[in-house]
């Protein structure tokens, strides 16, 4: 089993930045896909950047060039550093940690989810 903490989150005013982080304990040599999604009132859980096992990132669109996804497999944390935020960015956002290399899985391994507001 993995369990997953969160911390970072915070209120910012539109324009600001924030970084978020994930540390890993437990069993992680199982960890392997990384990301954060986030989540807003009323709308569905969303990713907002992956890596992987490799290094290769991916972003939501809405994000891009905005968020930066890292990973340190020696301190088994995953971060994401958040600039130029907006008031859009406000939500719930979750660390996910995978089992596999590049495909997220029904039994990945959550974080219980840090607040992020963003106001204009």
């Known amino acids: 089993q993995v369990q997953l903490v969160e911390s970072g989150g915070g209120l910012v005013q539109a324009g600001g930045s924030l970084r978020l982080s994930c540390v890993a304990s437990g069993r992680t040599s199982s960890i392997n896909l990384l990301g954060w999604y986030r989540q807003a009132p009323g709308n569905q859980r969303e990713l907002v950047a992956g890596i992987s096992s490799f290094g290769s990132t991916n972003y939501a669109g809405s994000v891009k060039g905005r968020f930066t996804i890292s990973r340190d497999n020696a301190k088994n944390t995953v971060s994401l550093q958040m600039n130029n935020l907006k008031v859009e960015d406000t939500a719930v956002y979750y660390c996910?940690?995978?089992?596999?290399?590049?495909?997220?899985?029904?039994?990945?391994?959550w974080g219980q989810g840090t607040q992020v507001t963003v106001s204009s």
């Open positions: 996910r940690m995978g089992k596999t290399p590049t495909t997220w899985g029904p039994s990945d391994y």
